[in-house]
């Protein structure tokens, strides 16, 4: 059933819609306003405004809003095409396009479901265009083995993409691969060792590969390693590219995530890819700044005009761990001693110059989806390890539960990404679908050890907490009656979450009282939380009719 749902506890008044008077003039038998001089005043300000805005187009970042870890980013033609890291969520590594860098569509993902060969830790995905066919460089964890460096193929940048396995895996573990082409044509693959992983340096090694770009060949160099004091533990993400006389190397240093993060941006650069390289003596060319904090671990691309952009990732301060590290971009200056420069050392920019004189930013916070579609949207995400049986039907997603898993809460999951802290997340779901020992519900979702939500079970509707795979029930309260169950979860800070319910979509009660639910434990040490719907019960097949997900302003 499809109900017309009040969505936000409260509308608020554009401060640019205020009303003026008006005169009123008999035309054509109709009766219609004519303008008075406040409202042409009003009109010819606001075309001014707009005027001005398209003459000096900015854009104000995130331009990846949500958790985008290590973007990579190439341009195909008057295109650009990114991925980013997945990590534990399916499917992995999405595909992204843009014809300006501001504005980004999710077109799709590059593979369904893990590949056979790895086990998870899916990061750092490369893109790469070569001789005619596209590359993906990614990393995952090899079934009983190290982090390792894999390699897929396609014909075509949307796919389909076919997985060739793992070219590498060290003992403390391969990842963070960079395909680049040298002035000879040679291919060569740079990566790091994980050797942090054992309180131990992490080098930066080099190879060549076959032409084809499938295996490595030849022996491996070291390029460098981490010996610098602002370094830390670390240096990872490589990323070159040349300029004049020099390939220079974009790498991120000391911690990536997580509460503890002090992640930076260094560079060095080098005559010949095999070196000597040699670091930037101002390093690091960035960190964070009152507004965006541990920068880092991306890819320059370059645009039609000979401009240098990076597409790197970041916390936003105010949300932090909860929404993720987002996809950030900045242009690269060149200082007249041939060293980089981005955003005049200043941290991650808030809003600057656009690459496109013609840009206009759209991103919206909102996600709605009624599943009238013939397929999921290629936003939703689940957990890699654990893939829903998910069916769209009749303007219904049709959510079961795997035989064998006895979760009565969160047998299956399927969200998306949050893009903000604050946010009001709906969904309606049918009561008639669930029968008992089932469970149909809303979530803020970390992973299956970490989530609380609201759900609908055993004829309650329950209030549930899960911490360090602890269930807790915080409350149990009537179901309110009437056509349909709408189950709305509100977010504050990107932490705190309270929950209400409705039998119309329009007046709604608070479910576990005004109790506000702390989820600061949610967000694992490299991903953000997500809103998801869940199942739970063996065997169960439960139906949600839409979710809803709307920025709100506290």
Same mark, same amino acid.
């Given at each position: ?35 008075s ?18 003459n ?14 290590d ?51 899916f990061?750092?995905?490369?893109l ?18 190290p982090?390792?460096?894999a390699?897929a193929?396609?014909?075509?940048i ?24 040298d ?33 490595l060949?030849?022996e ?19 990323a ?10 974009f ?11 002090s ?42 005009e ?13 949300t ?39 840009s ?24 890699q ?5 998910? *069916?769209? !039907?009749?303007?219904?997603? =049709?959510?079961?539960?795997? #035989? /064998?898993?006895? %979760?009565?809460?969160? @047998? ?51 209030v ?35 929950? *209400?319910? !409705?039998?119309?979509?329009? =007046?709604?009660?608070?479910? #576990? /009282?005004?109790? %506000?639910?702390?989820? @600061? ?31 709100r302003?506290p």
């Amino acid at each position: 059933m499809k109900t017309n749902i009040d969505w936000r506890d409260e509308r608020r008044e554009s401060p640019f819609s205020a009303t003026f008077p008006a005169a009123f003039v008999i035309e054509g038998g109709t009766r219609r306003a004519r303008p008075s001089k406040r409202t042409k005043l009003a009109s010819a300000m606001a075309a001014m405004m707009m005027c001005l805005s398209l003459n000096a187009a900015t854009y104000r970042n995130p331009v990846l809003p949500g958790d985008h870890p290590d973007p990579s980013v190439i341009r195909v033609g008057d295109e650009y095409w990114a991925t980013a890291t997945t990590s534990e969520w399916a499917p992995l590594f999405p595909l992204l396009r843009s014809r300006d860098l501001v504005n980004w569509e999710h077109v799709g993902n590059i593979f369904e479901r893990r590949p056979e060969w790895a086990v998870g830790n899916f990061w750092a995905p490369e893109l790469f265009e070569h001789k005619g066919k596209f590359y993906v460089y990614y990393v995952g964890r090899k079934r009983g083995g190290p982090l390792s460096l894999a390699v897929a193929t396609a014909e075509k940048i949307t796919g389909p993409w076919t997985d060739h396995g793992a070219l590498i895996g060290q003992e403390m573990g391969s990842i963070d691969a960079f395909p680049v082409v040298d002035r000879d044509g040679t291919l060569y693959m740079i990566w790091k060792e994980d050797g942090n992983s054992r309180n131990k340096p992490t080098p930066l090694w080099i190879q060549k590969m076959s032409d084809d770009g499938l295996k490595l060949v030849g022996e491996m160099k070291e390029l460098f390693r981490n010996d610098v004091t602002w370094e830390n533990n670390l240096v990872e993400g490589p990323a070159v590219i040349q300029r004049g006389d020099y390939w220079y190397m974009f790498y991120a240093a000391n911690a990536c995530c997580g509460r503890a993060c002090s992640y930076g941006q260094g560079v060095a650069r080098a005559k010949n890819l095999l070196g000597p390289w040699e670091k930037y003596a101002k390093n690091p060319i960035m960190l964070g700044n009152e507004k965006w904090k541990c920068p880092g671990h991306g890819t320059l691309v370059r645009d039609p005009e000979g401009r240098d952009w990076f597409l790197y990732h970041a916390y936003a301060n105010d949300t932090f761990i909860y929404v993720g590290r987002q996809g950030v971009l900045d242009r690269v200056n060149w200082n007249n001693d041939g060293w980089p420069m981005v955003n005049n050392g200043q941290g991650t920019s808030v809003e600057a110059p656009a690459p496109s004189d013609r840009s206009t930013q759209k991103f919206s916070h909102a996600f709605t989806d009624d599943f009238t579609s013939l397929k999921l949207e290629p936003q939703w995400q689940w957990p890699q390890n654990n893939e829903p049986k998910a *069916s769209l !039907s009749n303007g219904k997603l =049709a959510l079961a539960t795997p #035989a /064998g898993r006895k %979760d009565a809460f969160v @047998a299956s999951i399927i969200g998306v990404k949050t893009t903000t802290g604050d946010y009001i997340a709906t969904t309606e779901l049918s009561a008639a679908s669930i029968s008992n020992g089932e469970s149909a519900g809303l979530s803020a979702f970390g992973d299956r050890e970490n989530a609380l939500g609201v759900s609908l079970h055993a004829g309650q509707l329950v209030v549930w907490k899960r911490q360090r795979n602890k269930h807790e029930a915080l409350s149990t309260n009537a179901i309110p009656r009437g056509p349909a169950i709408f189950l709305r979860m509100t977010a504050q800070g990107g932490h705190k979450f309270s929950f *209400s319910a !409705s039998a119309d979509g329009k =007046a709604w009660q608070p479910v #576990a /009282g005004s109790i %506000d639910v702390e989820g @600061a434990y949610l967000p694992p040490w490299d991903r953000g939380i997500r809103v998801a719907l869940v199942a739970g019960g063996e065997n169960a097949i439960v139906d949600f009719e839409s979710l809803r997900i709307e920025p709100r302003h506290p």
